[in-house]
């Protein structure tokens, strides 16, 4: 067994409470503030073979924290084999909502 995730395991880009509740604007900021202070380490540590990012800001976050060239959230979640951020560990991008791929900057 790898290092890391013994099973499945789930994290988030926003782990924060903002005000307006979860429907309210989000600054693209801070999304890329959390995948860089949090989301990076929690990766690297965790280890999963797989990230899933539901949205752009998720993305867009994580391929920031690692340095990656921005891909466009439609190309993405057409691809079937991932984008690679570390060592046996795939990047993939869902829609945050049904038939809507760019409901997020």
Known sequence: MRKGCRGDCAATVRPWTHLGGLQARIEPEWAW???SLFLRK???IVRPRVVVCPGAFA???VLRAFGQP???LRDAIEDTEGHE???GV???AVPLRKGNSESQP
């Open 42 to 44: 929690q990766i690297e």
């Open 85 to 87: 951020i570390l060592d």
């Open 33 to 35: 503030n959390c995948g």
């Open 59 to 61: 993305f867009h976050a």
């Open 70 to 72: 921005m891909i466009e």
């Open 90 to 92: 795939r990047l993939f």
